[in-house]
């Protein structure tokens, strides 16, 4: 049994490592190619060709898979089955088609709900309780495939997209050990999605993490935790970015955006419905500080707007 793995960011790294602790030929590896990261845009390699390097598997980085030269590459290596882990691309029927049991994906959402590139951030911005992963066989669209099995994984309150990321990857490693034999043997029958149940989870944009005082509490904190670890919640004081790191919902009513309390190392702010109180943050040039720290180094009156023009 010959597989190759497609993968690039931390998340599908468990899956991986899975299919190597398991005991399973992955022949090679596909992910992206390195890209410039950080503030040096150093040309840095993504996690899963780390991963598969020190493995001492072979990697593809193709800067583009709908090639003759690609599919040749690919056809090489014979797989019998090829496992996908947030690659990053839709592939074409080309590569569906090429091994015997198919692609089988390994995505971080209970299809149908939250297709797309990034649902785990978007099932805590929309105040989920439950989400999970589910393993698929691939077809031509984006995330559309026959479910194989799923998994359901609680959200807890506190758990940002960092966190419930990394629990998700773990979950997802697991559940594709648990598929592939099933699959392999035929013991599993792809179970249709059910297209008036599909939710969209589309690709993070900076902009998404701009903060509208006018929602409610509950909702601007769900924002920040699921928009980490980018872009971050941020909204504005004094014409510099703020970002928000942690929050929780109090009751109280004011103008929304406006500052209510901003003495005793709180910082609360009037939303749309309740208030909200600020306890990690970061000026725009500045450290990330707690509220605290924060206040005793710079004075907010309130009635102070934040996110002003």
Not at 94 to 112: E, M, R, T, Y
Not at 216 to 243: C, E, F, H, Q
């Amino acid at each position: 049994m010959k597989i190759v793995f497609m993968g690039t960011p931390d998340f599908a790294v468990p899956s991986l490592d899975a299919l190597i602790r398991a005991g399973y030929e992955v022949a090679a590896v596909v992910t992206q190619p390195d890209r410039p990261s950080g503030r040096g845009k150093v040309l840095t390699p993504p996690p899963v060709k780390i991963a598969a390097e020190a493995a001492g598997i072979s990697v593809l980085q193709p800067s583009k898979i709908r090639t003759e030269e690609f599919f040749a590459e690919l056809s090489s290596y014979s797989p019998d089955l090829i496992c996908v882990t947030a690659y990053g691309r839709i592939l074409p029927k080309s590569i569906l088609d090429l091994p015997k049991f198919g692609c089988v994906n390994v995505h971080a959402s209970l299809l149908p709900k939250y297709r797309g590139a990034a649902p785990i951030n978007w099932a805590i911005v929309r105040g989920e309780s439950v989400t999970g992963v589910t393993t698929m066989l691939m077809d031509e669209g984006m995330d559309t495939g026959g479910m194989l099995l799923r998994r359901e994984v609680a959200i807890e309150e506190d758990d940002t997209g960092e966190m419930l990321s990394q629990k998700l990857s773990a979950v997802g490693g697991d559940l594709l050990i648990e598929t592939l034999p099933l699959h392999i043997e035929g013991k599993l029958r792809p179970e249709k999605q059910d297209e008036s149940q599909a939710t969209f989870a589309p690709i993070i944009k900076k902009e998404d993490g701009l903060i509208d005082w006018s929602q409610p509490a509950i909702d601007i904190r769900n924002l920040v935790r699921g928009m980490l670890p980018w872009p971050g919640a941020y909204t504005s004081l004094d014409g510099k970015m703020l970002k928000i790191f942690r929050a929780s919902v109090s009751e109280g009513e004011g103008r929304p955006g406006s500052v209510v309390r901003s003495s005793g190392g709180a910082l609360r702010v009037a939303t749309g419905e309740g208030t909200l109180d600020i306890l990690e943050l970061q000026i725009e040039g500045g450290k990330r500080l707690d509220a605290a720290a924060f206040l005793a180094g710079r004075k907010i009156a309130p009635g102070t707007i934040l996110g002003a023009a």
